[in-house]
């Protein structure tokens, strides 16, 4: 069904192929991220113990725990929250420390049996946010958001999407001209497209700069620095058909007290997309179907992905992005994308294909998508009218910015043998909440700006 605001939030009035395609510009917009993780992994126990883990922690498998997760996610949400769930990369750090540890029984440990007791910590970590659900679910929502204004939830948002604006220009820089021909197919089907094309702006952007990148590999032409554009070797190689493998986690007071901790910066990550989410759609995600179960939801899948072997879940910024681009909200074409994502992990040679996208025509679809997610940010901020003259919210909104962009490599500290990494992301999260409730002068009270608070997806009632 078509809303005022010219958004659909039932897709089905589009028709079966159209959603199909949806689901397609979903599953495109989360992969090039969501494999990343499992190949940044690999490369940490590489280095570390001189192999990847040929068991857990492969693209297959963590293809597998993000269309699971996410569909686990929707049951727990009640089907109604447009999220998809990928691979986190708070958790990185907590990959990287613990293939490096050789003492204890670490010492002379296989590279498989190293990532098992590394997913053991993530199961853990998972458990976490279900404790947190329970305390929401006991307390309210609207207890926990009075500490969550919108000086501090705004700003967290702008900073979610500008932290990963390195990543953009990191990809896009490989080969500027496809980056530039993905991003300009995405902003002249966003405004000028008509139709089915309008809302396919992603997939399309995708699919035309592929193109670009296929008749220039054919005429010889390679990237600035020399390497090729296309490379299918990998695919020539691989299976049609293969079961992803899988490896059951491990578990070792160490390993869990370098990941566990890590889910307090997550879970204040979950809060800053559920609220992008709730913004960009317009709905009250945050009471209905409460913060509780989207806690849950992430909480389950990070633990279910961890007990098989694959990297932690998060609520993904990229698809946020999708959204406000296509303004189709209908929780169904998320699901979809899970669906794609969970086929696309039993056939190697597809999956395999579809990572030869160039990561330029990746930085030039994260241009607009990062930029959309820092955008909503702002609205945040504008549509509850934050007072930015008085120095406490201008503060407030300063020292979030500093730390969730500052900090890119985190604070480490150690408690006992364990490295525990706050991401930046965390610290800005932590820093506002801190001054929101120390400084005098508060001037946002909770209930008053009705139509601020539902598009930060709380209703008063």
């Given at each position: 069904?078509?809303?005022?605001?010219?958004?659909?939030r039932?897709?089905?009035?589009?028709?079966?192929p159209?959603?199909?395609?949806l689901?397609?510009?979903?599953?495109?917009?989360?992969?090039?991220?969501?494999?990343?993780?499992?190949?940044?992994?690999?490369?940490?126990?590489?280095?570390?113990?001189?192999?990847?883990?040929?068991?857990?922690?492969?693209?297959?498998?963590?293809?597998?725990?993000?269309?699971?997760?996410?569909?686990?996610?929707h049951?727990?949400?009640?089907?109604?929250?447009?999220?998809?769930?990928?691979s986190?990369?708070?958790?990185l750090?907590?990959?990287?420390?613990?293939?490096?540890?050789?003492?204890?029984?670490?010492?002379?440990?296989?590279?498989?049996?190293?990532?098992a007791y590394a997913?053991?910590?993530?199961?853990i970590?998972?458990?976490?946010?279900?404790?947190?659900?329970?305390?929401i679910?006991?307390?309210?929502?609207?207890?926990?958001?009075?500490?969550?204004?919108p000086?501090?939830?705004g700003?967290?948002?702008?900073?979610?999407?500008?932290?990963l604006?390195?990543?953009?220009?990191?990809?896009?820089k490989?080969?500027?001209?496809?980056?530039?021909?993905?991003?300009?197919?995405?902003?002249?089907?966003?405004?000028?497209?008509?139709?089915?094309f309008?809302?396919?702006p992603?997939?399309?952007?995708?699919?035309?700069?592929?193109?670009?990148?296929?008749?220039?590999?054919?005429?010889?032409?390679k990237?600035?620095?020399g390497?090729?554009?296309?490379?299918?070797?990998q695919?020539?190689?691989?299976?049609w058909?293969?079961?992803?493998?899988f490896?059951f986690?491990?578990?070792?007071?160490?390993?869990?007290?370098?990941m566990?901790?890590i889910?307090?910066?997550?879970?204040?990550?979950?809060?800053?997309?559920?609220?992008?989410?709730?913004?960009?759609?317009?709905?009250?995600?945050?009471?209905?179907?409460?913060?509780?179960?989207?806690?849950?939801?992430?909480?389950?899948?990070?633990?279910?992905?961890?007990?098989?072997?694959?990297?932690?879940?998060?609520?993904?910024?990229?698809?946020?992005?999708v959204?406000?681009?296509?303004?189709?909200?209908?929780?169904r074409?998320?699901?979809?994308?899970?669906?794609?994502?969970?086929?696309?992990?039993f056939?190697?040679?597809?999956?395999?294909?579809?990572?030869?996208?160039p990561?330029?025509?990746?930085?030039?679809?994260?241009?607009?998508?990062?930029?959309?997610?820092?955008?909503?940010?702002?609205?945040?901020?504008?549509?509850?009218?934050?007072?930015?003259?008085?120095?406490?919210?201008?503060?407030?909104?300063?020292?979030?910015?500093?730390?969730?962009?500052g900090?890119?490599?985190?604070?480490?500290?150690?408690?006992?043998?364990?490295?525990?990494?706050?991401?930046?992301?965390?610290?800005?999260?932590?820093?506002?909440?801190?001054?929101?409730?120390v400084?005098?002068g508060?001037?946002?009270?909770?209930?008053?700006?009705?139509?601020?608070?539902?598009?930060?997806g709380?209703?008063?009632?």
């Open positions: 069904m078509r809303g005022s605001d010219g958004a659909i039932d897709a089905r009035e589009l028709g079966v159209r959603m199909l395609i689901g397609l510009q979903h599953m495109f917009a989360m992969f090039g991220a969501t494999i990343l993780v499992p190949i940044l992994v690999a490369s940490y126990f590489r280095d570390a113990c001189g192999e990847a883990p040929s068991s857990g922690l492969t693209v297959a498998v963590t293809l597998f725990c993000a269309g699971v997760g996410t569909l686990l996610f049951v727990c949400a009640k089907f109604k929250v447009p999220a998809f769930l990928g986190s990369f708070a958790f750090g907590g990959f990287a420390t613990v293939a490096n540890l050789k003492s204890g029984i670490y010492e002379n440990m296989s590279v498989n049996d190293k990532a997913c053991g910590g993530i199961v970590a998972g458990l976490l946010y279900l404790l947190l659900a329970v305390i679910r006991f307390v309210g929502v609207k207890k926990v958001m009075h500490f969550l204004p000086v501090v939830t700003p967290v948002i702008i900073c979610i999407g500008l932290s604006a390195g990543s953009a220009i990191g990809n896009a490989t080969n500027w001209f496809l980056a530039l021909i993905a991003l300009v197919v995405i902003i002249v089907f966003n405004i000028w497209g008509k139709g089915m309008k809302i396919i992603i997939l399309m952007g995708v699919v035309i700069a592929y193109g670009a990148a296929l008749i220039m590999n054919a005429a010889g032409i990237n600035p620095d390497s090729v554009i296309l490379d299918f070797s695919v020539a190689s691989a299976a058909i293969g079961i992803p493998h490896q986690a491990k578990f070792d007071l160490t390993a869990i007290l370098v566990a901790p889910a307090v910066a997550t879970m204040m990550e979950h809060v800053g997309d559920i609220s992008a989410i709730s913004a960009t759609t317009g709905n009250s995600f945050l009471v209905d179907p409460g913060l509780h179960r989207t806690l849950l939801g992430d909480g389950l899948a990070t633990s279910f992905a961890g007990l098989i072997g694959g990297p932690a879940n998060t609520t993904y910024g990229e698809n946020t992005g959204l406000e681009l296509s303004r189709v909200y209908d929780p074409v998320i699901r979809l994308a899970a669906c794609y994502a969970i086929i696309v992990s056939i190697p040679k597809l999956s395999d294909l579809i990572g030869t996208m990561s330029s025509i990746i930085g030039g679809v994260s241009f607009m998508l990062y930029g959309m997610i820092s955008a909503i940010g702002v609205r945040n901020i504008v549509e509850n009218k934050v007072d930015l003259t008085k120095s406490r919210n201008l503060i407030i909104a300063a020292v979030i910015f500093v730390c969730g962009l900090f890119t490599d985190g604070i480490t500290f150690h408690v006992g043998s364990a490295s525990i990494t706050l991401t930046a992301l965390a610290i800005a999260a932590i820093a506002g909440i801190i001054l929101n409730a400084l005098p508060n001037d946002y009270e909770f209930g008053v700006n009705q139509v601020g608070d539902e598009n930060r709380i209703h008063n009632v």
